[in-house]
């Protein structure tokens, strides 16, 4: 399960989100700012996947590894 912390306004928000749906991700759209802040983050965009928060540049690094995976040898 993928959850998707973001802003409508965030243009690295955009950047991920287009990535997510590029791949075929289904995710959950958080974008709820007193979820976020009760969870300490202090900035956008975060993906959460199995329980492992990532910020925006690990979760980037997560979606290149999960494309080179999905590409035929």
Sequence with gaps: MIKFYHTETCGKCKVLEIKLKELGFEY????????????????????????????????LKWLRQKKKEMMPN
């Design 28 to 59: 959950e759209s958080i974008t709820d700012l007193d979820v976020m802040q009760q969870m300490g983050l202090q900035h956008v965009p975060w993906l959460e996947v199995d329980g492992v928060l990532m910020d925006c540049s690990e979760s």
